[in-house]
């Protein structure tokens, strides 16, 4: 799938995803998942990384915002902290802080179709690349998937290969594999194939 090369946010889109003129503030602490890296700028949550080396969680945001003035610590980015982790200990509570998703216009339809995805169930690739139609392959949402720096706020860990396979995660096939048992037993209902209508968007 030929992306598009532009990247939105909010209603503006940049030539690039990343510029000097920001300041990125970010937390690393301790979630049931293990060691988190949480980042925001003055839009919302930007980065949610996972990764047990902390120099790497750190040199992974370095990457991400090469030009981005890093500070530590901070009101805002603290509570995001918390609300990340309460996220993965109650994956079925609504995501309530801002957000900055930054991406193509095709990353960004991937993302929306993700975050419909309900907690304690799974989807394919195949059936996402379907609901989102115009030629779009499951390699395609598997590429989008990969993009994804929002681990769990963005639940790329709930789409499965078509054979029930995990298939690849940005932070670990294991890690991947602990988000979803976690979920199944934190969500009451019993986890299950999620082939619901996925919103398409243009």
Not at 14 to 27: A, D, H, K, L, N
Request: proline fraction near 4%.
């Amino acid at each position: 799938m030929n992306a598009s090369t532009s990247v939105t946010r909010g209603e503006r889109t940049y030539p690039s995803r990343f510029g000097s003129w920001e300041t990125v503030w970010y937390v690393i602490g301790e979630t049931d998942i293990g060691t988190t890296l949480v980042a925001t700028t003055v839009a919302g949550v930007a980065a949610v990384f996972f990764n047990s080396n902390r120099s790497a969680l750190l040199a992974e945001l370095r990457k991400l915002f090469p030009y981005a003035d890093m500070v530590q610590g901070g009101e805002q980015v603290e509570i995001a902290f918390g609300e990340v982790s309460r996220l993965i200990a109650h994956p079925d509570r609504p995501w309530t802080l801002p957000l900055d998703i930054r991406g193509t216009e095709f990353h960004q339809r991937v993302w929306r179709a993700l975050r419909e995805i309900p907690a304690g169930t799974t989807t394919t690739y195949g059936k996402i690349a379907e609901k989102l139609g115009g030629g779009v392959t499951a390699q395609d949402v598997g590429e989008g998937c990969a993009a994804n720096v929002l681990g769990m706020v963005i639940p790329c860990h709930r789409v499965i290969r078509s054979d029930g396979s995990l298939a690849g995660y940005r932070w670990g096939v294991a890690r991947k594999q602990k988000l979803l048992a976690m979920e199944r037993d934190a969500v009451p209902e019993e986890g299950m194939l999620f082939f619901g209508s996925l919103a398409t968007h243009g």
